[in-house]
């Protein structure tokens, strides 16, 4: 099979001419596409809870803002999430062969070998340790305590129609870490982060699953969409709910200002506009919603930060 063009999405969701796809040297775009640097919002959605606690932290214990932890973070999302992605990759090459929208991936294309991946998964792992050693003994430990998720989400669609709530414990880890970062320890307000991390994940990616439904089904693997099918708008309008009072609660417990709430606040009219305009049946609909939640992180963020500054 030819490899694709240089400058045309591979997937409905990657960034036309992306600089991976043009800049990178012929032999490291398929690696690059293996991590799926093309499309960015997977590492974006991956750094945000890391972002909140890093500044909910920095709130609580009156610090000023992080900057080389967010740095850290940033770097640690885009490799683990291509760690991520590869072993996905690796587990699925068989899965991904009869789905129109993964058939193209690196593995089941025949561009990269399932023992080359392993060799990348390998050296992925190694930088993203480097980064975490950088942090305090209990950082550690709680990065290190998130590969038993990691290791077990890409099974998980083959057991459970919700693999969605197992990439939900995973995608929210860095709560945990970038709070750690700071406090070193593991405090309420994390647990309520946490938890809201969860559920938003569980809400917008169900939103994701649409777009395979029907592919899913034949291939024989489960999802949140199929579990939930038509009943899926007021799931997600509860999830969505779920996850910005427990915010709220976790701003609330750390002394947060009138600007965290703010962001909070925009935030939630966007994951409302997501619910009121999705329609289960428009596959470009439901991705661009699913993409939106990076702007709901944009927000929260945004108002964290200023709250700290200011």
Aim: hydrophobic share 55%; net charge negative.
């Amino acid at each position: 099979m030819t490899a694709p063009n240089d400058f045309a999405p591979i997937t409905p969701d990657a960034i036309k001419h992306h600089w991976s796809l043009r800049l990178l040297p012929s032999w490291a775009r398929p690696y690059g596409r293996l991590m799926r640097l093309e499309r960015p919002v997977g590492w974006q959605l991956l750094l945000w809870p890391c972002v909140f606690s890093s500044l909910l932290a920095s709130i609580a214990l009156e610090n000023s803002v992080q900057w080389l932890h967010l740095i850290l973070f940033t770097l640690g999302a885009i490799i683990m999430r291509g760690a991520g992605c590869t072993l996905n990759d690796i587990a699925d090459q068989d899965i991904d062969a009869k789905v129109g929208r993964t058939a193209e991936r690196p593995i089941p294309s025949g561009e990269v070998s399932a023992r080359n991946a392993a060799f990348f998964l390998v050296m992925l792992l190694a930088a993203g340790f480097l980064i975490l050693i950088t942090f305090n003994l209990f950082t550690i430990g709680v990065g290190i305590a998130s590969l038993v998720l990691v290791g077990f989400y890409p099974f998980a669609k083959r057991v459970t129609n919700w693999p969605q709530a197992v990439l939900g414990l995973v995608f929210s880890w860095g709560a945990l870490v970038g709070w750690a970062a700071q406090t070193q320890s593991l405090d309420p307000p994390m647990a309520a982060l946490y938890l809201a991390c969860v559920i938003w994940i569980i809400g917008y990616d169900t939103i994701y699953a649409f777009q395979d439904l029907e592919d899913d089904a034949l291939a024989g693997v489960g999802s949140s969409a199929q579990a939930l099918g038509n009943n899926a708008p007021p799931f997600i309008a509860l999830c969505y709910a779920l996850t910005v009072a427990l915010i709220g609660y976790a701003m609330l417990a750390v002394g947060a200002g009138f600007t965290a709430f703010f962001g909070l606040g925009f935030a939630a009219a966007q994951m409302a506009w997501q619910v009121v305009t999705l329609d289960l049946n428009d596959k470009e609909g439901c991705l661009t919603r699913f993409k939106s939640n990076t702007f709901v992180g944009v927000l929260i963020s945004a108002g964290l930060l200023l709250d700290v500054l200011f």
